[in-house]
């Protein structure tokens, strides 16, 4: 599938304020999911200067700083992407292994991050092993069997500002967006051993919706296999329809962006607007 994003980013300020240096992540990655083609970025008012990087997920990222006073920021990004998995399910593991799962030892420390619980509870545990006997301790059957099941037991509601919820919350019945789904994901996956991370980017599903915002998921790491994308909103294993931008352990990683501004007793707002449209299937 061949997308292009256009994606339109506004903060307006109560006074002039002067904004501290700032993170942005909203460039697509590029990896063996999906292939950027094309990427701009503009931003208003003209920063001083900027330095890109890739964060510890792969994520790109760009750090801007400013000079002077403004009452508004704008980000307008334009990327083109081609996405490479139709089949999320052509994998294997390299060697047979069951829940609660053990990586092989020459990982040392490097996916502690990833395994560590949001918020280790009772309840999330035992609904954790509860799936873990239906998948019948099976490792890879285990992502796709939660997914749905969030999905049909979870109430899901749009709700643009705020931290993600713990993950009891959502399972006691708490209304719940995407990026809590997300979270409920990771928490059950690292329960039963599974390194788990939180994935922000666009979802296609209808062209003529009238609007979109950045979705949330979560990715599970199999050896050999590398990161796997699971929906928990749409109980789904991710394919081509989803574009990934950045990725982490914990949600405030993969935030679009990262920062603050001075000025005494101002107040912000923020709008956005996203359009996706396929360029070629």
């Known amino acids: 599938m061949y997308f292009r ?3 339109q980013l506004r903060f307006q300020y109560s006074q002039p304020v002067f904004i501290e240096p ?3 992540r909203l460039q697509p990655r590029s990896d063996s999911w999906q292939e950027l083609l094309n990427f701009k970025m503009d931003i208003t008012p003209n920063p001083q ?3 890109d990087s890739n964060g510890l997920d792969g994520t790109p990222t760009t750090l801007l700083w400013f000079s002077g006073l403004t009452e ?3 980000i307008d990004t ?3 992407v081609r996405t490479l998995k ?3 399910f052509n994998f294997i593991l390299p060697k047979k292994q069951s829940l609660p799962f053990e990586y092989p030892p020459y990982y040392g420390n490097m996916l502690t991050p990833y395994l560590q619980r949001i918020t280790p509870s009772e ?9 873990m006997k239906e998948a019948d301790h099976n490792p890879t059957a285990f992502p796709g069997l939660l997914a749905a099941r ?6 899901i509601v749009f709700r643009e500002h705020g931290d993600p919820m713990l993950p009891e919350k959502v399972l006691g019945g708490e209304p719940a967006a995407c990026r809590d789904l997300a979270v409920l994901f990771m928490d059950v996956c690292r329960s039963v051993g599974l390194a788990s991370r939180f994935t922000s980017g666009y979802y296609h599903l209808d062209t003529d919706a009238p609007e979109l915002e950045l979705h949330a998921w979560a990715e599970v790491y199999f050896p050999g296999a590398g990161w796997r994308g699971y929906d928990p909103t749409h109980g789904l294993t991710v394919s081509d329809h989803h574009v990934a931008v950045a990725s982490g352990a914990d949600p405030v990683i993969a935030a679009p962006t990262y920062g603050t501004v001075r000025g005494t007793g101002a107040t912000s707002t923020m709008d956005y607007k996203i359009g996706i449209k396929i360029l070629k299937k």
Not at 150 to 155: A, D, Q, R, V
């Open 150 to 155: 969030i999905n049909k037991i979870c109430e």
């Open 86 to 88: 139709e089949d999320p």
């Open 78 to 80: 334009v990327s083109e």
């Open 22 to 24: 700032t993170i942005i």
């Open 123 to 131: 309840p999330v545990t035992r609904f954790a092993r509860e799936l």
């Open 72 to 74: 508004s920021l704008s």
């Open 49 to 51: 200067g900027g330095a």
């Open 5 to 7: 994003i256009e994606h």
